[in-house]
């Protein structure tokens, strides 16, 4: 079964760091490139950050975490992260691993999605 | 940035009614397009890739059309359990982007 499994959430203060992990499994992980999104209380999805596969590691970033957040990937543990640096009130969100349905290069339709792992930023 | 522009913002109707939503892109996407499901405290689930194309499990009733910038998702007969919030997304190009959600509830 194709799973992806999220930790790491937690609640930290404005300005602190935090990693988050996404651990891969049922499908070959190196081959698809991941990407991270989250969605704020009550509120919409946001597209994060994504990273590609196939041992390129291209990377991309939404505008309001760009210098902040660092996506990367290790594939000999089949896992994903997303590093958090200077964390903002407006970065609590449930955060998504999320895999495309297939590992086509260019393919950004994502099935599955991970249960989210909640980020809370607060003083 | 590609903004994605949903509407209605929620619909309430009937259980065998027909549904339709709307997405607009502030620009040519052709057929770069997804609708995806979410039930409430649950994760988004997918339900139509390249704007017309039905995702492998979702039923039949479900339905996409649509190309460049005008986009529509239908519920042909809904049904208590489509009960949710229905977001598109395009994926032409970074930043991907996802329009602000449909609400669908049962009159």
């Known amino acids: 079964e194709v799973q992806v499994l999220e930790s790491g959430g937690d609640l930290v203060q404005p300005g602190e760091s935090l990693r988050l992990s996404c651990e891969a499994s049922?499908?070959?992980?190196?081959?698809?490139?991941m990407s991270w999104v989250r969605q704020a209380p009550g509120k919409g999805l946001e597209w994060v950050s994504a990273i590609d596969g196939d041992n390129r590691r291209g990377t991309h970033y939404a505008d309001s975490v760009k210098g902040r957040f660092t996506i990367s990937r290790d594939d000999f543990r089949n896992t994903l992260y997303l590093h958090m640096d200077s964390l903002r009130v407006d970065d609590t969100a449930v955060y998504y691993c999320?895999?495309?349905?297939?590992?086509?290069?260019?393919?950004?339709?994502?099935?599955?999605w991970g249960q989210g792992t909640l980020v809370t930023v607060s003083s | 940035d590609i903004q994605m522009t949903q509407s209605p913002s929620s619909v309430s109707a009937s259980v065998g009614d027909s549904v339709r939503i709307t997405c607009r892109a502030s620009?040519?996407?052709?057929?770069?397009l997804g609708w995806y499901q979410q039930k409430p405290g649950k994760a988004p689930n997918l339900l139509i890739y390249?704007?017309?194309s039905l995702q492998s499990g979702v039923p039949s009733r479900f339905s996409g059309s649509g190309s460049e910038t005008y986009f529509t998702l239908t519920i042909s007969s809904l049904q208590p359990e489509d009960v949710a919030t229905y977001y598109c997304q395009q994926t032409d190009s970074f930043p991907l982007t996802f329009g602000g959600g449909t609400k669908v509830e049962i009159k």
């Open positions: 049922g499908f070959s992980f190196s081959a698809y490139a």
């Open positions: 620009q040519d996407i052709s057929s770069s």
């Open positions: 999320v895999r495309p349905r297939v590992s086509l290069a260019g393919t950004r339709y994502f099935d599955p």
């Open positions: 390249s704007a017309s």
